[in-house]
Nanobody, 120 residues
Framework: QVQLVESGGGLVQPGGSLRLSCAASGSISRYNAMEWYRQAPGKQRDLVATITSDGSTNYVDSVKGRFTISRDNAKNTVYLQMNSLKPEDTAVYYC??????????????WGQGTQVTVSS
């Protein structure tokens, strides 16, 4: 089972930038997709961005044009570059590795999360 460790969170002012990293204990190329989620206090965990094994990306509308997900298979690391940050981006950000066992059944492997706080 892969272990995922997120880093790069912190406190940033509105309009600022952060780059989150998700380091995996093994090869990330074996997973169908790598995802970033976020969870704000009192809210559910929501999908933010996805990158598939072939490099295709997808984003939730609220972060399009501001966030960029990327992967470095050689380093077994996934990144989330976050620009033009807003207070509403404040949340714990989680990395997830997706294994599609069969159609309709996926297995998720989660990291422990990293806190991002956007405030002046």
């Amino acid at each position: 089972q892969v272990q995922l460790v997120e880093s790069g969170g912190g406190l940033v002012q509105p309009g600022g930038s952060l780059r989150l990293s998700c380091a995996a204990s093994g090869s990330i190329s074996r997973y169908n997709a790598m995802e970033w989620y976020r969870q704000a206090p009192g809210k559910q965990r929501d999908l933010v961005a996805t990158i598939t094994s072939d490099g295709s990306t997808n984003y939730v509308d609220s972060v399009k044009g501001r966030f960029t997900i990327s992967r470095d298979n050689a380093k077994n690391t996934v990144y989330l570059q976050m620009n033009s940050l807003k207070p509403e981006d404040t949340a714990v950000y989680y990395c997830n590795a997706v294994h599609l066992v069969r159609p309709g059944l996926r297995r998720n492997y989660w990291g422990q999360g990293t806190q991002v706080t956007v405030s002046s």
